[in-house]
């Protein structure tokens, strides 16, 4: 099936290719863009945006999955650029002011925060669209639609444009190379939720979805499979945890070491990888997509907030 003119930007981050993607729409007075990237990836965005002879003024919409900084993190520099964000309710605050998101992220990167990630500035109130479940954004000739997609994060929208699904993270982390079909899930702190995740995925299977455009990394026609390999990778990563966390604690006395988990997890992440053929080379490109040590630290907090208790 057809799809909307949809290009694909790659944003270079961190010098790494195929790592974190914004997709331009074009339209009869500008584009629009899902997803913006990090502050750090302005100087390669604005050379993807001047190959289709667009500037950043000419971004006249931006639409953010969430507020994570490798999807939201430059959403303020473009509305200064003068584009609309449009942004999860829960996630719209954090939009308007960035503190408390700049100083949470401060503490995990620390001196490496602004060589990472940039500047996040805050978004206007005025350039602010603050969006619920099922709404539709009319964008010139384009209609998106919002669906709230909680699982990877509490502030989480996926956005459906004729078919085409914009997932964010709830849709993995899955590399566009020939011959290769591997899916990793993204499972930071603390928005965390697998139930809801497999809520979510059940309900995008409803929608009249052929094409998943994923921020990390390109455009899957697989659709069935992608959905399947989710769902297959919820219950891995369910069954992971509470496999291991029981035992962990009799030996670590109750007390787990979060080093301790982040090398048991990216050891196991790195079995199912290279049973699933991937190359070294290849599992460094989707670790740098997607930190294992991240989504150890999620699955360790899920498992006090939600299974242990």
């Known amino acids: 099936m057809p799809i909307p003119t949809i290009y694909p930007l790659d944003l270079n981050f961190h010098n790494t290719l195929t790592s974190i993607a914004s997709y331009l729409i074009p339209h009869a007075e500008g584009g629009v863009l899902v997803e913006c990237g990090p502050g750090s990836t302005l100087p390669t965005m604005q050379a993807r945006l001047k190959d289709h002879n667009l500037t950043p003024q000419d971004i006249t919409d931006v639409f953010v999955t969430h507020i994570h900084l490798d999807h939201a993190g430059a959403a303020g520099w473009f509305a200064n650029q003068g584009a609309r964000i449009h942004v999860h309710h829960v996630g719209a605050q954090h939009l308007l002011d960035p503190a408390k998101l700049i100083a949470s992220a401060s ?170 053929g991937l190359t070294e080379d290849l599992l460094n490109t989707y670790e740098e997509a997607n930190p294992s040590g991240m989504s150890a630290d999620g699955l360790l907090r899920y498992w006090r907030k939600f299974i242990k208790e």
Not at 166 to 172: K, L
Not at 248 to 258: P, Q, T, V
Request: glycine fraction near 6%; charge should be negative; charged fraction near 25%.
């Open 107 to 276: 503490r995990i990167y620390g001196d490496k925060m602004d060589e990472l990630w940039g500047k996040f500035l805050p978004v206007p109130a005025d350039k602010l669209n603050i969006l619920h479940d099922e709404d539709e954004i009319t964008v010139n000739d384009l209609v998106f639609r919002a669906l709230d997609t909680p699982g990877h994060a509490y502030h989480h929208m996926a956005y459906i444009l004729d078919g085409v699904c914009f997932s964010g993270d709830v849709g993995g982390v899955r590399i566009a190379i020939p011959g290769y079909r591997h899916l990793r899930l993204p499972m930071p702190p603390p928005g965390l939720h697998l139930d809801k995740w497999r809520a979510t995925i059940q309900r995008l299977q409803q929608e009249n979805i052929h094409h998943l455009a994923l921020t990390h990394f390109g455009i899957f026609d697989d659709v069935e499979w992608h959905f399947q390999a989710i769902s297959e990778a919820l219950d891995a990563a369910d069954a992971w945890i509470r496999d291991v966390m029981p035992r962990a604690e009799k030996l670590e006395n109750g007390e787990i070491s979060k080093n301790w988990l982040r090398k048991e997890f990216m050891a196991w992440a790195k079995e199912r990888a290279l049973a699933a």
